[in-house]
C-alpha cells in the first residue's frame, strides 16, 4: 500500500496487489492511455514506474518472509503463488508497455541526459523478450526455490547439538586440527546426501535456460544471459580474457600464500580445513557474542567511515530492517533487498559469531545505503544500478570500513581480521574466474552430461585452486560447487564481483591518499543510482571500469605489499 513519504499517484492509494485480478487493470489503463506529448509521456513513465514498484514491492515481502523461514509451509505457497499467478502474468503486460514506447515517435524527444539509459534498456528488453520464456522462467523460479528449501534444510548433528552448515563455519578456525577435521567431514558428508536432488534440479534448469534462448534465436544461454543481463559494456570474450589474467595475476600469489600457511603451521601438506584457522595457534577470532552486540559495534564502524551512513544503519535496526542469525530452516547466504515502493532496504543474513559475519554486515550495508541514496529518483529503473557498480556500493564499504574494525578487536586482533580480509580478496578472484568459467563451459555446451560438468569443475580447480589437498575426499571436490547458489539462482551473475571488487581497491587506494575525498566520490556516485551507463558510474566515484590485466596486476601487488606490512 501507498506510503506517506512517497504517495501513489497512479495506483489507487488503499489498493494491496496481491493478486492479478487487481493488478490487471492498471496495465489495461496504461496500455490503453493516448501518448502525444513528451509530457504525458514521462507522466506515462512515472505511472509505469510506481505500478512497477508497487507489484515488485509485493514479490520482495513474500520472498523475504519464504527465505526466513523455509519450512514454513504457509510463507512457501505464498511465494509459489506469487512466482506461479503473479510474475507470469506481469511479464507480457510488462512487455506491451515496453513495445508501447519503443515505438512511441515522441521517445525520441526525450532528453537524452535523463532517459539514455531508461531508452537502452527499454529498448534491449524488447529485443529479447518471447511470450513463450515466460512459462519456462516460472519452472525456473520454482526450481530455485526447491534449491533453497533443501538447503535451507540441511542440518546436522556436531558437538553436541543440530547446527546449520553456516554454523559448522565457527570450527573452521579452532586451533585443534582434528576437531576442524571432523567440523568439515560432517559438512561434507551432510552436502554429499543431497547430490542426487541437486544434480537434478541442475539438469532442469540447464534445459530450462536453453530452451529461453533458443525462443529467442540466440546462440546459446550464454549469450542470451548477456543480453538478458544487459551487459552493454563488456563481452564474453572480455570474461575470457579475465580468466587467463586471474591466472596469471592471482593464482601465483593465492598459492604462495597457501604455501607460506602450510610452512608457518608446519605441515608437510595443507588440507581443506587447514585454510582458516590462525597460523600461530591463536584462538579464533571472535568479533560478537550475539547479533545485537554484532549491530552495535557495526553501528560505530559506519558512523566512523561516515556520520550519515552511521545513522541510516541505526534507522535500519530501530524500524526491523534486519535479520541476522542462523537458525534451523532459513534459506542459506546474506542478501540485501529493496522494497521498492516503500524505497527502503532489508538485510538477511546468517551470522554465527566470525570475521566473515562482520564482513557480511558491512557488505550488505554498503548495499542499503545505495539503496537509500538513489531512493528519491522518480524512476524504478533507476533507483537501482548495474549489479556490476552495485557490488561496487557493498565491497567498496568493506574497505573503507577496514581501519575501523578495531570496534570490533584489540590491535593485535585487529590486525589479524585485515589479513583475513586481504587474504580473502586474493581467494575471491580464482573462485570467481572458476564459477565463471564452469558457466561459460556449461551453457555453451548445454548437452553436456554430468561427468562432463565433474570433469569441467575438477579441471578449473586444478588451474584456479589452491595447493589444498583433498585426498581421500575427492566426491566433496567434484560438488563443492553446488554450495555456490549463484549457480541455481543467479546463471552468470558472479563476475560482476570481481569486476566489483577492482572497483573497491581502487576505492581503498583513493582513500589511502584522502579519505575524505574517495568517501565522498563514493557516496556521490551511489547517489546515481543506475541513471548514467556503467563507465560513467566507475568514473563518478574517481575509479576505472576495467578488469584487464592490466588493471588487476597492480592492484593485487599492492594487497600483496599491505600484507607483507601486516604482523603475521
Known sequence: MSNQEFPRRFVAADDVLDAWSKIEPYFDRLVDRAIETTEALTRWLADCSELAAAIAEEGTHRHVRMTCQTDDEERKAAFLDYIENIEPKCKPRLHELNVKYAESPIARDLPSERYFVLDRSVRASVDIFREENVALQTEEAKLEQKYQEICGAQMVQFDGKEQTLQQLALYAERTDRDLRRQA????????LEDVDKLEDIFDQLVLLRDKMAIHAECEDYRAYAFKAKQRFDYSPADCIAFHDAVERAVVPALRDMQRRRK????????????LAVDVQSRPPLRP?????????????VFHRVDEALGGEFDAMREKGYLDLDSRKGKAPGGYQATYDEGRHPFIFMNAVGIQRDVSTLIHEGGHAFHSNAARNDAMLIYRHSPIEFAEVASMGMEMLALDFLDEFYD?????????????GIIGLFPWVATIDAFQHELYTNPTHSRSDRRTCWLALHERFGGIADFTGYQESLAYRWHKQLHLFEVPFYYIEYAIAELGALQVWCNAKKDRAHATGNYRKAL?????????DLFRAAGIAFDFSYETIAPLIETVCAELEELPV
Open 527 to 535: 547517489a546515481l543510482g543506475g541513471s548514467k551507463p556503467l563507465p
Open 263 to 274: 610452512d608457518a603451521l608446519g605441515l608437510e601438506t595443507l588440507r581443506p580445513w587447514d
Open 411 to 423: 590491535e593485535q586482533s585487529h590486525a589479524r581480521a585485515k589479513r583475513a580480509e586481504l587474504e
Open 184 to 191: 568439515w567431514e560432517v559438512e561434507a558428508n551432510r552436502r
Open 288 to 300: 560478537f557474542k550475539t547479533t545485537d552486540d554484532l549491530c552495535d559495534k557495526t553501528s560505530r
